[in-house]
């Protein structure tokens, strides 16, 4: 017997199937023309067509490759730049903030932890029920910390089970990670990292007590702001360790102890951490504003404008001067650190790690989504190629997050992408020129949000 023909048959299959669903255009939007920076890493594509539907990615490719369907909404982008929706990897969100971060391109935020009384599980969910608009939220929930806690909102642990039982809450509560802070120590960290593989919970962390070889070793998914790096490279750790009994001593010991570092051993440390595929999230941005808190016109640079006269955690510099007893002298100390922050960070880069941007706002003088921006420039500054820059506050972010469907504009990802007048991968600076946003495959205007929430 003959294999029966059916190629007729197959193409009527086929013809119903497109008449069912594939041709419409309905509810699509097809983006036209643009330079794509699509995350990966890879170079800029030109003349890309983009097509968007249900919030979705449903095809990347260049225009005339594949065809627009019919009734979709075509958004022409000649000259234009689209990049994915921007991810800051280390925020403290307030809610004031949230539509800042949609105005400035930050379509994800990784919450690390609030230390006001505002709970971040909270807004978390009023942001995924879309009651309040805004990015969208991984967060930590509360911190972790020693005893006794530096913020109030902190939960303290001493012991074994306490650690248990503080990660067990996080879990319930909805958290997407744990965050463990300064004051946590080195014979926690077992059953903290056994209990939170248990409930598949990452572990971020902002070291003190601990060196950043022990945590990266003992299986910390993060190193935040880069703390604990000083501690591991240097040959007297404990003066840092006793530092960090009080967090403002702590912070102040450790920035200028980057000063004291050699070549040599920044390289072998960051060698020795790529190796342990933690990540590093080093939010080079904040180190850069507190070397700088006695520079006035910080508080009145473009951007600021976006920051409430009552948001005093990015306003108070004199404040924060005044808990710190930070002078001249201090200050020049964090300045020269700054250059041997860059060099770790390369060479973190350099041996494979996996760096990711944050900018830690809204701390002193962080505008939020501005400073992701900064963050950003400091990467560019330190080393990074502009595409780079771009890939740690996408695709690398969302690896942090373990959330694959973010950080690419590619088939499949959900449809959070930001259009730019200018082409970042000539000069990092064109990612604050933002003509608009996608979020969740909706169109954001940063102009129409502004004259929301007014000045
Ligand atoms: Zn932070």
Not at 415 to 433: E, F, K, Q, S, Y
Request: with cysteine; glycine share 8%.
């Amino acid at each position: 017997m003959t294999r029966p023909a059916f190629p007729i048959p197959l193409r009527l299959v086929l013809l119903l199937a497109f008449a069912g669903c594939g041709s419409s255009g309905d509810g699509v939007i097809a983006l036209e023309g643009a330079t794509l920076i699509d995350g990966s890493g890879g170079a800029p594509v030109k003349d890309a067509l983009v097509l968007v539907r249900k919030g979705h990615i449903e095809a990347v490719a260049r225009v005339n490759e594949i065809p627009v369907p019919r009734g979709a909404q075509v958004v022409s982008l000649i000259g234009k730049t689209i990049i994915p929706g921007l991810i800051d990897a280390h925020a403290h969100v307030e809610r004031w903030a949230v539509e800042r971060y949609v105005a400035w391109g930050v379509t994800t935020v990784r919450d690390l932890g609030a230390s006001g009384t505002d709970s971040s599980l909270a807004l978390k969910r009023d942001l995924d029920l879309g009651s309040v608009r805004g990015p969208r939220m991984f967060t930590s929930g509360a911190m972790i910390d020693g005893a006794p806690p530096t913020y109030a909102t902190a939960t303290a642990v001493r012991t074994s089970s306490e650690v248990r039982k503080a990660v067990d809450q996080r879990a319930v509560a909805g958290a997407d990670y744990v965050k463990i802070y300064t004051k946590f120590t080195a014979d926690l960290l077992k059953p903290l990292l056994d209990e939170a593989s248990t409930l598949r919970l990452p572990v971020a962390a902002h070291l003190g007590k601990i060196d950043a070889l022990t945590a990266a070793r003992a299986g910390v998914a993060s190193l935040e702001h880069m703390a604990g790096v000083v501690q591991a490279a240097s040959r007297d750790p404990g003066v840092y360790a006793r530092a960090h009994d009080q967090f403002l001593r702590g912070w102040t010991t450790e920035e200028m102890g980057w000063a004291t570092l050699d070549s040599a051993s920044l390289a072998r440390t960051a060698r020795a951490l790529a190796a342990t595929h933690v990540a590093i999230v080093p939010t080079l941005i904040v180190h850069e504003m507190l070397s700088r808190l006695d520079n006035p016109t910080l508080l009145s640079r473009p951007g600021m404008e976006d920051v409430p006269a009552g948001a005093t955690s990015v306003r108070d510099v004199a404040g924060l001067l005044r808990r710190t007893g930070w002078r001249a002298s201090e200050l020049q100390a964090f300045r020269r650190s700054r250059a041997r922050q860059n060099q770790f960070v390369r060479e973190f880069k350099r041996a494979g790690g996996l760096i990711a941007a944050g900018s830690d706002a809204a701390n002193q003088l962080l505008v939020p989504g501005l400073s992701l921006h900064e963050e950003l420039s400091q990467l560019v500054a330190a080393g990074f190629t502009p595409i780079e820059a771009v890939t740690a506050a996408t695709r690398k972010a969302a690896e942090l997050l373990r959330a694959d469907s973010l950080g690419r504009v590619a088939k499949g990802s959900v449809a959070d992408l930001v259009v730019l007048d200018a082409n970042p991968a000539a000069d990092i600076a064109a990612t604050r020129r933002i003509a608009w946003v996608m979020l969740r495959g909706q169109i954001f205007h940063p102009d129409s949000l502004r004259r929301t929430w007014g000045h």
